[in-house]
C-alpha cells in the first residue's frame, strides 16, 4: 500500500486481516463487514473494484489462459481502458478506431 497509494487517502477494504493496519499508517480506513452480509454501508463499498478484477480474471481466462508477469502491466491497462469505457453509448473497437484517426 505505502508504495502505491498516497497518504492521508481513503481506502475502502473487506475485513481481511491484513488490512487492520491502515489507520495507523495514516489512511482514512473504511472497511465493509462481508461476513456479517453487508455490502454496501451509505458511500462504502468495494463493488467497483470486485467487478472491475472480476472482468480482469474472466478475460483472462477466457481469452487467454495464463499471462507472464512480463505482460501482465499491458493486460490489465488493457481491462482498465475496458472498464472505464462500458457505459460508452459507441462500440468500443469504434471508440478506438476513431481515436486511432484523431477524432
Known sequence: MTKRVLPASTVYTDELLSYYTLGQ?????????????????????????????????????????SVSAKDLQGYLNEYAWRYNHRKDERSMFETLLLRTVGS
Not at 465493509?32 to 480474471?57: C, P, R, Y
Open 25 to 65: 499508517q495514516g489512511y482514512q480506513h473504511e472497511r465493509i463487514q462481508h461476513a456479517e452480509g453487508v455490502f454496501v454501508s451509505g458511500d462504502v463499498h468495494t463493488n467497483t473494484m470486485e467487478g472491475f478484477w472480476s472482468l480482469v480474471k474472466n478475460g483472462l481466462r477466457g481469452a487467454h489462459h
